[in-house]
């Protein structure tokens, strides 16, 4: 965190220098003959130092908080850079060498302004549109893998069960267990009600587990209970498995 702010620091001391020497480099030289040539060359250079300034401080916030530099990232910084080039080079060519007409010169500048903020705009807008993507998918992953996690835990904990008919159980769980290490991990945001149901179910599996292997002598119809939970959960995991199917 330190190290990023001495970077912003340093980067500051720089925009601030070379600002500074534009505007001294403009009047001491005279850039051009046009006043109004001259206006819009300064301000459009000092428009495009200050966006590169301000993408280098994007870059330096937002890169601190991934662990790989996003390729949305890269073009920004790609498309920033040939923005701040197409100002100085149109500065140079268009007013210094060419010394076109102030209003076709202003239109040149504000149609590099233009081009720049929309390409930059649409990269933005793609960029968040891949990361809340990226995030669903991420927060489907976790549901899933919390889902194999319980039923992981319930056959564990069903394999400690002191009673003969400890086999039957831990094989039925062992069956669920299957199911869902051959199911797609990745969900879909509109089948969040399925994976919620499918939540509720796999925790009152657990439940009942629980309560079975806390008496010593289980009621004669418990493996029929446990069979009907652990189908109900696979009849959801199907259901959810096919409605994935037909979304890809």
């Not at 976790?142 to 002191?162: D, G, M, T």
Request: aromatic fraction near 10%.
């Amino acid at each position: 965190m330190n190290k990023g702010k001495s970077y912003i620091r340093i980067i500051t001391i720089i925009y601030v220098a070379a600002i500074i020497l534009t505007v001294f480099s403009f009047i001491g030289l005279g850039f051009s003959e046009s006043l109004f040539r001259f206006v819009i060359s300064l301000v459009a250079v000092l428009l495009a130092e200050s966006v590169v300034y301000g993408y280098c401080i994007f870059w330096l916030r937002t890169a601190g908080s991934v662990q790989r530099t996003s390729p949305v990232l890269l073009s920004g910084a790609f498309i920033t850079g040939i923005y701040a080039v197409g100002v100085f080079a149109s500065a140079i060519v268009f007013d210094w060498l060419l010394e076109l007409s102030p209003l076709w010169y202003a239109a040149v500048q504000l149609l590099i302004l233009l081009i720049g903020g929309i390409t930059l705009a649409v990269i933005g807008i793609y960029g968040w549109n891949a990361g809340t993507e990226e995030q669903q998918i991420q927060r489907s992953l976790q549901a899933f893998r919390q889902h194999q996690s319980e039923i992981n835990e319930i056959s564990a904990l069903a394999s400690s069960w002191k009673n003969p008919e400890t086999e039957q159980l831990v094989q039925v769980l062992n069956k669920l267990r299957d199911q869902f290490k051959f199911s797609d991990p990745v969900s879909d945001p509109s089948l969040y009600a399925t994976e919620d149901i499918m939540h509720q179910q796999i925790s009152l599996l657990h439940d009942h587990v629980k309560l079975l292997l806390m008496t010593n002598e289980p009621h004669e119809n418990w493996q029929a209970e446990i069979n009907e939970m652990a189908d109900s959960i696979k009849a959801t995991l199907e259901r959810r498995n096919r409605e994935l199917a037909a979304l890809k």
